[in-house]
């Protein structure tokens, strides 16, 4: 007991001080922001992506704790405590300074290739092919001057006394502590390469295997929303890894859920042509209005998808976007008369939209509040990522941008061929 607390008092102990560690776990934050918050989508999708981060994330500041400790100078070995690495005495054959770097040279490479997890070897390996030593480390970044700390390996390696025969080189005591350090660090090295596997995986899957045709899309129609909202939505999910444009159709329904003979439905958007994107894994909306006997009857609607085309943009989740009046320079609000409307796209990738002026009628008390007309605003319009456009207002709605309660923007696309 005596002989280890002489040894444990013996041992020289040199901080490394360097910011450069803490590269990946800024990174890996950054990079699942970009991936989220952004829309960067190269990635596969998010439920590989958040296990397979936090892996690599807690290795990664764990790793960044561990290289700050820089190295362990004993009676019996040096220790690299980024990857744990414990460097006998008898295999190491100089401690010397090469440039800018403290490199420690061993006799037996492959005894210190072992003494690490198999993915934190690479960089070994780059260390022995680069400065032909298993440790390289910048000398400028020690908390003691690297002569001195030489002078110490060299010190301490002279006084080593191996014990007798290879059976005393090959089997080391290892106070617990020590051996606990190895473990979790070869632990979490492992579970690293696994979370990078996992990200990986879901990258080959998006980018490889096609995804499915037909993505989910979920339907809910909402009657009325309460007062200073749009009346008579239909809300709209894709669920699906890819852009879509559904062309729909509609079943007027009462309360009973029985159909309304003799209704009709217009749309605002044109869902019902084809013309609403609805990006992956995103949500989008469309206004419906009813004609004909007991069109103020209709509760709800049963949605019938005719036919979807799958689109390449938006390539990923997309925000929904607005659409500010102008009258000149002057930014103006509904029933105020409009000349222009800027558009900014929030979204880190070039999309296409359209654009309708909403007119709405008065409604009876109790009533859901109807669209009268919806007007379109210009054609299709493309905004580069993250840029604003402005759109002049013409036509018929120049004329009318006072009766303009609503004006929206919404993802589409050219109008598909008629019968498509």
């Not at 500010?324 to 979204?347: M, S, V």
Request: glycine letters at 8%.
């Amino acid at each position: 007991m005596t002989g280890i607390s002489t040894m444990a008092s013996q041992d020289e102990r040199i901080a490394y001080r360097s910011h450069a560690v803490w590269f990946w776990p800024v990174f890996w934050p950054v990079a699942i922001a970009l991936r989220w918050f952004l829309g960067w989508d190269a990635g596969g999708p998010m439920v590989l992506w958040i296990p397979g981060i936090a892996l690599l994330e807690t290795n990664a500041i764990l790793t960044a704790l561990r290289a700050r400790r820089g190295l362990t100078l004993a009676a019996d070995e040096i220790t690299w405590h980024k990857y744990e690495m414990r460097l006998s005495w008898s295999n190491v054959t100089a401690v010397e300074q090469r440039g800018r770097r403290l490199v420690v040279r061993v006799g037996e490479p492959g005894q210190a290739l072992e003494d690490v997890a198999l993915p934190a070897r690479p960089e070994v390996h780059a260390n022995l092919r680069r400065f032909g030593a298993p440790i390289a480390v910048r000398a400028g970044r020690l908390a003691r001057p690297a002569a001195e700390v030489v002078e110490i390996a060299g010190r301490l390696r002279e006084a080593y006394e191996p014990s007798s025969g290879l059976k005393g080189f090959l089997i080391r005591d290892t106070p617990p502590e020590q051996e606990r350090a190895r473990r979790s660090a070869r632990l979490w090295i492992t579970l690293a390469s696994l979370g990078l596997g996992v990200v990986l995986f879901g990258a080959v899957i998006v980018n490889i295997v096609p995804s499915s045709p037909d993505p989910e899309i979920a339907f809910v129609f909402k009657r009325t929303t309460g007062p200073g909202y749009i009346d008579q939505v239909l809300h709209m999910t894709n669920y699906g890894l890819t852009a879509t444009a559904p062309t729909l159709g509609f079943v007027p329904l009462d309360r009973a859920g029985h159909v309304l003979p003799g209704v009709t439905v217009r749309t605002a958007y044109g869902s019902d042509r084809g013309l609403v994107v609805l990006p992956p894994r995103s949500p989008g909306i469309d206004v419906l209005a009813f004609d004909g006997p007991g069109f103020r009857d209709v509760a709800d609607v049963r949605v019938t998808v005719r036919h979807r085309d799958r689109l390449r943009r938006p390539a990923s989740a997309a925000e929904e976007l607005h659409a500010r009046r102008l009258l000149g320079t002057r930014f103006t609000e509904a029933p105020q008369d409009f000349d222009t409307l800027l558009l900014h796209n929030t979204n880190g990738v070039a999309v296409t939209v359209r654009m309708v002026c909403i007119l709405w009628e008065d409604p009876p008390p109790g009533a859901a509040q109807q669209m009268l007309r919806s007007l379109p605003i210009g054609g299709l319009v493309s905004i580069a990522a993250f840029d604003e456009i402005r759109v002049p207002v013409t036509g018929p709605v120049r004329s009318l941008a006072r009766g303009c309660g609503s004006v929206k923007v919404y993802y589409s696309r050219p109008a598909p061929p008629v019968g498509a």
